[in-house]
């Protein structure tokens, strides 16, 4: 669900509209969450042409706007629950939605390059901060569903090796913003026990190290990959239950984030 410019004059609406629209082409009567993928910000975001990153609290929370909306396709029985997505560095606005205890669960990332929304070591630089909403969400009893945690795909062997990212592992970054992300992610390395086959560790690749530690934080609910095949999907099923890295391992990541990670 997303609202662009065109919708601001009755955003409430036009998720009701969209939600029928959207159960049409499905053909069921109802889903069991309906989330809206405008971050929420505290000042008034530019919508220009098919734009919809971020949305304002005030466009969430004013009559007609987007919790309204939500809210009518709940009472209608369309959807059980609702929730949204944070984008990082908005920890103050997506505290205050989840303060009107309306919303059941949130999406976010959380990965092995920026763990800012459970964790920041102290000196840890990273271009979306989080600020721990991961903790404060499981505090007020809301789930989380968590996307890219491949990091767009650069937690792998192929990517840091000579091959190349991820099929998925597009954005809008600058290559210089992806050239120091893939130095970090060369960093961690070190758990791939396809990569280090002389070092006795646990038989992992990075890939599944990633989803593991992913899935070993309190509060994480779900974790959402970006799956080209039915192998990386299995690998991915597979991490469930596996419980967390060792505590070698998350030491030398700590270490990591403290040695490359800074200012």
Request: glycine share 12%.
């Amino acid at each position: 669900m997303e609202v662009r410019s065109e919708n601001l004059g009755d955003i409430a609406g036009h998720i009701v509209n969209s939600t029928d629209e959207s159960l049409t082409r499905l053909g069921v009567d109802h889903v069991d969450f309906l989330e809206i993928h405008n971050g929420p910000v505290s000042h008034q975001p530019e919508l220009s042409g098919c734009g919809y990153a971020h949305l304002s609290v005030e466009d969430y929370l004013r009559p007609g706007g987007a919790l309204e909306g939500h809210q009518r396709v709940q009472q209608s029985g369309k959807a059980r629950l609702i929730g949204f997505i944070t984008r990082g560095n908005d920890y103050a606005a997506a505290k205050q939605l989840i303060d009107t205890g309306a919303f059941s669960l949130i999406n976010l990332s959380v990965n092995l390059l920026n763990p800012s929304a459970r964790m920041k070591p102290a000196g840890m630089n990273v271009e979306h901060d989080y600020g721990g909403i991961l903790s404060y969400a499981a505090a007020h009893g809301v789930g989380t569903a968590v996307y890219s945690p491949l990091a767009g795909g650069l937690l792998n062997d192929n990517a840091i090796t000579s091959g190349p990212a991820h099929p998925t592992a597009r954005g809008r970054r600058t290559s210089e913003a992806m050239e120091t992300l893939l130095r970090q992610a060369k960093a961690m390395s070190f758990l791939s026990q396809k990569l280090n086959p002389d070092v006795q560790k646990e038989d992992h690749g990075l890939a599944e190290a990633a989803i593991r530690f992913v899935l070993s934080l309190e509060g994480v609910t779900t974790v959402l990959g970006g799956f080209s095949d039915a192998e990386q999907l299995e690998e991915a099923v597979a991490c469930s239950g596996m419980g967390p890295l060792s505590e070698q391992n998350m030491a030398q990541i700590e270490t990591v984030w403290r040695n490359n990670f800074g200012l």
